[in-house]
C-alpha cells in the first residue's frame, strides 16, 4: 500500500505542474491587471507605467512563467498586489480563520448529523423520521445567505446573543482566556449556520444505510443470536453505515481550508473563500495562482487521504 | 470551481440588495425631503436634501467610546501611511490620527489652520512652510522640519514602491537627482530654521493651493521611521501596528483588516479629545443597515445609497447628507491615444464626431426621472463637469443638457440622420443602418434597469443603441476596453471621483491617458492651460478660466455629466453634535456624546 502512496504522490508533481500552467495563462488573460484599477485624476499614468515595469508585468509572458515558477520552487510566492505584503503571510492568517472556523463547523456538522440520521434511519416512517426527512429537505433549499442573513438579523442583532461580525473585539488583550472564548464566540454564529445548512447529505447517506442494513444478513444473523435490538445498531449496523462517509472523510479534511464565500462575506469573517473572489475582482495574480495551487493540491491529497482511510476502515478495499 | 463562485457572487450581491431592501420594515414612501424637527438644512449646496450637521440634546458625559462603522465587504489592507497606502479604506481609517499638516477651507484650497502655514511666492517658484510651535507627535516627540523633508525622502527614495513619485511629484526641484542616487539631499527642500520650510519647485501653478504641483501634506515621523529601509516599509510595525501620528486620536490596537481601536493623543496640539476612544469596525454592506437600526454603531461612514430607504425613518438615528466629490457621465469616443508619442489624436471621421449628435443623444435621456425614481434623490442630475462642492468653480448657471426629446428629433433630423426605410429607426447620413454602441459597467442590479431605461429613451427619438458585447460589463473589464480604445465602443457611461484639486487638465488634456473622449483641439488646449496658468493664481481669474472651460465642454457636448452624488452618513442620537460639512465640519477632538450606549 504505501508503495501506492508513494506513487500517487509523485504523480501530484505533474499534475499541479500542469494546474501551475493553466492557471498562470488564464489569470493572465483576465481583462486588466492588479494596476489597472487604481484609476483617479490624482494618480500619474506613467508612475502606474513605471511601477507595472517594476512588478515585470510588461516581459513575455512565458519568461514571467518561469520566473514565478522558480520562486514558487524557492517557496516564494510572491507579494499581494493587493494587501502589499507576502503571499505566504496573508494566506496563513487567512487560513487560520478559516481552518478554525470550518474545524468548529465539521465538528458540529458531524454532532448533528450523525444522530439525526441513525434515528431517522431506525424509526423509519415514523413521525420522527419525517421530521427529520423535513428538516434536512428544508435546510437542502435553504441558500446559505438567505439563512445566514436570517440567523444574523434574529441572533445577532435583535436577541444579541453573539457578536455580529469579525473574528475577535479589539480590545480584548491577546492570549488571555477571555480572547479565546472571544474568538469561539465570534465563531459560534457562522460555524451554527453552515453545520444547520450542512448535515443534508449525511443524514440522508446514513438514513439510507441504516434501512438497508435492517434487512442484511449479518443483522438477521445478530438477532437470532439472541443480541438485544439496541446492541446490534450500536456494535453492526452503525458502524457499517458509517462506511460512505468515511470515504469523504479525506475531502473534508483537505475542504477545511477552502471557506465559504458567502458566510465570510456575511459575517464579516476574513477567510479564505472571501480572499480568493477578492483576489480574482482585484487582479492579484500572486495571490489567484497561489490559492489555486493550494486548492488544487489540497483536492489531491483529499482524495489520496479518503482512500487510505476506506482502505483502513473497510478491509475489503486495497489499494495496490 | 472559480467560475461557479464567480457567478454565484453575482447572484448573491443581487439578492442581498432584494434582501436589504426588503428587510427594512416595508417603508413605502417616497418622500425623500424628510426633514428633522432638530436640524437646519438650507444652507449649503441646493442638491442635498438631507441636513449637514445635528445637534442632540442632552449633557455630555465625560469621555466615552465612540462606535465608528465603516462599511466594507472585504477586509481593509491596514497600510498606514500617507505615502505608501493606495486603498481608500486606509485613509478614512487614518484620518483619526492624521498626520496632515494643512487644513482646508472653501474649494479644499489650503487655510492658516492647519499646523502648517503656506506662503507662495509664484515669480520664484518657491513655497514656505512654516509650522506651529509645541506641535507633538502622539508618542511625546516635538515635530519637527526634518520630519517633513523625511516624508518627501521616503516617496523620492529609488526603492520607493507607491503611486505617488509620479509626474506632479518631480516637479520639485532636485527630487530626480535624489531618486537616480546622484544626490544624498533632495535640493529643493531647504530648512530655513526649526519652523520653516523653503521648497523649490520647477514651476508652479494654482494647483498648489490645493495641494498640487508636488507639494506634500503630511508628516511622517523620521524618529520612528529612519531606522527602517523604505523597501521595507510597507512590512514595518511602524506602518501596520504602531504608527505614530499628530492626529486627535492614535492607533492602540488594531485586528488586521477588521477592527481599529483608537485612544485619544494627550498631546494633540489642538487640545486634549473629549472622547476618550474611538472603535471603528468594518461592517458587510448586507447588515449596515441593521447595525446601525440596532444601535452597534455611533456613525456608520461609506454607507450604500442604495439602502436609504432602510434608515431614513429609524428613531435613533439621524442621516446626514453632504455632496460627493465626483460626477457621472457619458462620454464619446472621437479618436485613440497614440501610445509612442503619449498624446490623445481626435479623429475627424469618427462615428461620434458630430457635435449636434452627441448634443441629442444627451437631450434624449431623461436623467432626473433616473435620479428619482432609482436613487431615491441622492442624485440630482448634472449640469457641470465640476461638482458643486467646488463653489467657486462651479457654474451654476450652466443649463447643461436637460431632457428634450423633442429638441433631440430636431438635431438629428437637421444634422441628416434620417428614418429612410420607416421602421422608427433612424439611419445615418448615407442612409445606412447606423447603431450605437454603448459600454456600461455592471454592479447592482438597478444599473441594469436604468441602462435599459435610457435604451428606451434612445430608441423613442430613433436612435439603436446596443451594449457593447451585449451586457453591462465588469468594472476591470470595462476600463481595459474605454482605456484601449476598443472600436465596439462609441460611447460609454462612466463616473470620475474628482479629488480636492479640480484641475480638470488630468482628465481633458491633450497629453492626459484619462482623456477617455480623446477629444482635443487648439481651444480646449488653451482653455486648460489657463486654468492652471500663474495667472490664474488670482482666484477671480481661475473662477473665469473654469467658466470657460465648462462652457466649452457643454457646447461640445463629448463628455455629457448626468448625475451629481450624494453621500450619506447615519448617526445614531447619542452624538451631541455632529457636523459632516467639508469646511467647519466637527472636529475629531470635539466629539461629545450624550449616554454611554448608542440608543437603539
Not at chain 1, 102 to 122: D, E, K, N, Q, T
Not at chain 2, 337 to 350: F, H, I, L, S
Not at chain 2, 421 to 426: A, F, N, P, Q, S
Amino acid at each position: 500500500m504505501w508503495k501506492t502512496v508513494v506513487r500517487r504522490i509523485l504523480v501530484m508533481i505533474p499534475q499541479l505542474f500542469v494546474l501551475s500552467l493553466i492557471i498562470f495563462f488564464l489569470a493572465q488573460k483576465m481583462p486588466g491587471d492588479p494596476f489597472s484599477g487604481l484609476i483617479t485624476p490624482e494618480t500619474d499614468p506613467s508612475r502606474i507605467e513605471e511601477l507595472r515595469e517594476q512588478a515585470g508585468l510588461n516581459d513575455p509572458l512565458p519568461m514571467q512563467y518561469v520566473n514565478w515558477i522558480k520562486d514558487v520552487a524557492q517557496g516564494d510566492f510572491g507579494k499581494s498586489y493587493t494587501y502589499k505584503r507576502s503571499v505566504s503571510s496573508l494566506i496563513g492568517e487567512r487560513a487560520y480563520n478559516t481552518f478554525l472556523l470550518s474545524l468548529f463547523s465539521v465538528i458540529l456538522v458531524y454532532a448533528l448529523a450523525i444522530p439525526l440520521g441513525v434515528i431517522a434511519g431506525r424509526y423509519k416512517d415514523t413521525f420522527v423520521d419525517k421530521t427529520v426527512v423535513l428538516y434536512s429537505f428544508i435546510s437542502y433549499a435553504i441558500p446559505t445567505f438567505v439563512l445566514s442573513l436570517i440567523f444574523l438579523y434574529v441572533f445577532g442583532y435583535q436577541l444579541s446573543w453573539f457578536p455580529t461580525s469579525g473574528t475577535v473585539d479589539v480590545g480584548i488583550e491577546e492570549g488571555t482566556l477571555s480572547y479565546y472564548w472571544n474568538r469561539i464566540h465570534h465563531m459560534l454564529l457562522p460555524a451554527i449556520t453552515y453545520a444547520v445548512l450542512g448535515t443534508t447529505g449525511i443524514i440522508q447517506y446514513l438514513r439510507s444505510e441504516v434501512i438497508d442494513a435492517q434487512t442484511q444478513d449479518y443483522v438477521k444473523t445478530a438477532r437470532s443470536k439472541g443480541v438485544p435490538m439496541r446492541k446490534v445498531y450500536t456494535r453492526h449496523i452503525f458502524r457499517n453505515s458509517l462506511l460512505p462517509i468515511a470515504a469523504f472523510l479525506g475531502f473534508t479534511i483537505t475542504g477545511l481550508l477552502g471557506g465559504s464565500i458567502f458566510i465570510e462575506t456575511i459575517f464579516g469573517y476574513p477567510g479564505m473563500g472571501q480572499l480568493f473572489v477578492n483576489s480574482v475582482l482585484t487582479r492579484d495574480y500572486s495571490v489567484i495562482t497561489t490559492l489555486v495551487m493550494l486548492f488544487g493540491f489540497l483536492t489531491l491529497l483529499g482524495s489520496l487521504l479518503s482512500d487510505i482511510i476506506m482502505s483502513i476502515v473497510d478491509p475489503r478495499i486495497r489499494i495496490d | 470551481m472559480k467560475k461557479r463562485s464567480l457567478s454565484l457572487l453575482a447572484l448573491l450581491f443581487a439578492a442581498l440588495l432584494a434582501l436589504a431592501a426588503c428587510s427594512g420594515g416595508g417603508t413605502d414612501t417616497k418622500d425623500t425631503d424628510k426633514k428633522d424637527d432638530d436640524t437646519s438644512s438650507k444652507d449649503k449646496e441646493e442638491t442635498a436634501t438631507l441636513p449637514l450637521k445635528i445637534e442632540n440634546e442632552g449633557e455630555a458625559i465625560k469621555g466615552g467610546t465612540l462606535q465608528y462603522g465603516m462599511v466594507s465587504d472585504s477586509p481593509f489592507q491596514g497600510v498606514f501611511s500617507w505615502e505608501l497606502y493606495d486603498d481608500a479604506y486606509d485613509s478614512t481609517i487614518m484620518g483619526f490620527a492624521t498626520n496632515s499638516l494643512f487644513d482646508t477651507g472653501e474649494d479644499f484650497l489650503i487655510t492658516d489652520e492647519g499646523i502648517g502655514k503656506l506662503e507662495v511666492d509664484a515669480d520664484a517658484n518657491k513655497a514656505t512652510i512654516t509650522i506651529r510651535e509645541g506641535v507633538k507627535w502622539s508618542d511625546g516627540e516635538p515635530l519637527k522640519i526634518e520630519d517633513l523633508i523625511y516624508a518627501y525622502q521616503i516617496i523620492a527614495d529609488k526603492d520607493y514602491p507607491g503611486v505617488r513619485y509620479d509626474g506632479d511629484f518631480r516637479n520639485i526641484v532636485g527630487v530626480e537627482e535624489y531618486h537616480d542616487g546622484k544626490a544624498d539631499t533632495i535640493a529643493g527642500l531647504k530648512k530655513v530654521d526649526d519652523t520653516t520650510l523653503e521648497i523649490s519647485f520647477k514651476k508652479l501653478s494654482p494647483a498648489i493651493f490645493s495641494g498640487g504641483d508636488g507639494l506634500w501634506g503630511y508628516a511622517a515621523p523620521k524618529h520612528q521611521l529612519e531606522s527602517i529601509p523604505v523597501a521595507d516599509l510597507l512590512a514595518s510595525d511602524a506602518v501596520r501596528k504602531n504608527p505614530v501620528t499628530l492626529g486627535a486620536f492614535k492607533f492602540e490596537k488594531i485586528v488586521p483588516g477588521e477592527s481599529v481601536q483608537f485612544a485619544k493623543n494627550e498631546h494633540y496640539w489642538r487640545g486634549e479629545p473629549k472622547l476618550d476612544k474611538i472603535v471603528l469596525q468594518t461592517v458587510p454592506s448586507s447588515s449596515a443597515a441593521t447595525a446601525i437600526k440596532s444601535g452597534k454603531f455611533d456613525i456608520v461612514d461609506s454607507f450604500p445609497a442604495t439602502q436609504y430607504d432602510n434608515v431614513k425613518d429609524l428613531e435613533n438615528i439621524d442621516v446626514l447628507g453632504r455632496p460627493e466629490l465626483a460626477y457621472s457621465y457619458l462620454s464619446f469616443k472621437l479618436g485613440k491615444y497614440d501610445k509612442e508619442n503619449k498624446v490623445n489624436v481626435t479623429d475627424e471621421n469618427a462615428k461620434m464626431n458630430d457635435k449636434a449628435l452627441r448634443q441629442a443623444m444627451g437631450y434624449a435621456i431623461d436623467v432626473e426621472s433616473v435620479t428619482k425614481e432609482f436613487y431615491q434623490g441622492l442624485r440630482t442630475r448634472g449640469n457641470s463637469l465640476i461638482p458643486p462642492v467646488f463653489a467657486s468653480f462651479y457654474d451654476d448657471s450652466l443649463e447643461g443638457i436637460t431632457f428634450d426629446p423633442e429638441k433631440a428629433k430636431t438635431l438629428l433630423e437637421e444634422a441628416g440622420y434620417k428614418d429612410v426605410d420607416g421602421d422608427g429607426i433612424r439611419e445615418d447620413k448615407e442612409g445606412k443602418p447606423f447603431v450605437v454602441n454603448l459600454a456600461a459597467m455592471s454592479g447592482s442590479d438597478t444599473d441594469e434597469a436604468i441602462v435599459e431605461y435610457y435604451r428606451q429613451n434612445w430608441k423613442e427619438v430613433g436612435i439603436d443603441v446596443q451594449l457593447t458585447t451585449g451586457r453591462l460589463i465588469e468594472f476591470q473589464s470595462f476600463y481595459e476596453k474605454v482605456k484601449a480604445d476598443d472600436p465596439e465602443i462609441d460611447m460609454f457611461m462612466a463616473a470620475w471621483g474628482t479629488g480636492t484639486n479640480p484641475s480638470p487638465a488630468g482628465l481633458y488634456g491633450k497629453e492626459a491617458e484619462f482623456n477617455f473622449a480623446r477629444i482635443v483641439s487648439d481651444e480646449l488646449t488653451n482653455l486648460l492651460t489657463d486654468i492652471d496658468s500663474k495667472e490664474s493664481m488670482d482666484a477671480t481669474h481661475r473662477a473665469k478660466a473654469f467658466r470657460a472651460w465648462q462652457e466649452y465642454m457643454a457646447e461640445q457636448a463629448t463628455t455629457i455629466p448626468t448625475y451629481f452624488r450624494t453621500e450619506i452618513v447615519p448617526v445614531n442620537k447619542r452624538v451631541k453634535n455632529y457636523n459632516i460639512d467639508y469646511i467647519d465640519g466637527t472636529q475629531l477632538h470635539e466629539i461629545e456624546l450624550v449616554a454611554d450606549a448608542p440608543v437603539k
